[in-house]
């Protein structure tokens, strides 16, 4: 356990190890909540959750359904790109 000390501007001083142990570097936004009697810092995620239902309108698929053969298929096909690539 660390001790830090809160400025006139309101501003608190996350140790060095705590900013190291969860990856923090300077910039990093963070989300205050109350807990109990303190505060949770959660880092602030670069975007808003979302569901499958709020994103599955872009997986609409126009085309007849795929078969598991020509599914094995295409994926063959990809390896052997892939490696003919390598080689």
Same mark, same amino acid.
């Given at each position: 356990? =660390?001790?830090?000390?809160? $400025? $006139?501007?309101?501003q608190v001083i996350i140790p060095k190890a705590l900013r190291a142990a969860?990856?923090? =570097?300077?910039? %990093?936004?963070?989300i205050a909540t109350a807990f109990g ?9 670069? +975007?808003? =959750? ?11 698929? %126009? ?8 599914? =094995? ?5 990809? +390896? ?8």
């Open positions: 356990m =660390e001790t830090t000390r809160l $400025s $006139s501007k309101g969860h990856h923090w =570097e300077a910039g %990093q936004e963070l009697d303190g505060i949770l810092l959660k880092p602030k995620k670069p +975007f808003q =959750e979302t569901t499958l239902a709020d994103v599955a309108g872009c997986l609409h698929y %126009q085309d007849k359904p795929k078969s598991l053969d020509d599914i =094995e298929n295409a994926v063959q096909q990809g +390896f052997l790109e892939q490696w003919h690539d390598c080689h």
